[in-house]
């Protein structure tokens, strides 16, 4: 049992998500820094008001935050522009880069228009069916 246990966890997949949590709590950390040290106080210079979590609403004496929600969906969005600018899209180039390959080889053969079957590129004839087949231009 524990053996099992044990395979499960050194499984490449669990460490590499483990990992990944912790640096993803870690960015939401920095971000989250980021929108309160630097870009509230730029929006503070442009609109007046340093926070949104100040506004809100109140029907029959209960108030609605919805300041909260507004720097809550502005770190997220710049958490997730920062994972697609510096993690994705960097991502993507590399793995566009491992998988560029050369153009593929010119064809050797080609399809019998009559039975279908592979012949040489040059042949004038199928082999199989013996029809006359047009020879691949020089």
Not at 9 to 24: K, S, T
Not at 48 to 53: H, L, N, R, V
Not at 97 to 117: L, N, Y
Request: glycine share 6%; charged share 15%.
């Amino acid at each position: 049992m524990l053996s099992g246990f044990k395979q499960f966890i050194l499984r490449g997949n669990v460490v590499d998500m483990a990992v990944g949590v912790v640096i993803g709590a870690a960015f939401a950390t920095v971000v989250s820094a980021f929108t309160k040290d630097l870009l509230t106080p730029l929006i503070a210079a442009v609109v007046g008001k340093p926070d949104f979590s100040y506004l809100g609403f109140t029907i029959r004496n209960t108030h609605f935050p919805v300041g909260d929600f507004i720097n809550a969906a502005i770190s997220f969005l710049l958490v997730a522009a920062a994972v697609y600018y510096f993690v994705v899209t960097p991502v993507n180039i590399l793995v566009a880069r491992m998988h560029r390959s050369e153009a593929p080889a010119d064809p050797t053969t080609k399809k019998c228009p009559e039975c279908m079957s592979e012949i040489p590129i040059d042949a004038r004839r199928c082999a199989h069916c013996t029809q006359p087949v047009g020879a691949r231009a020089a």
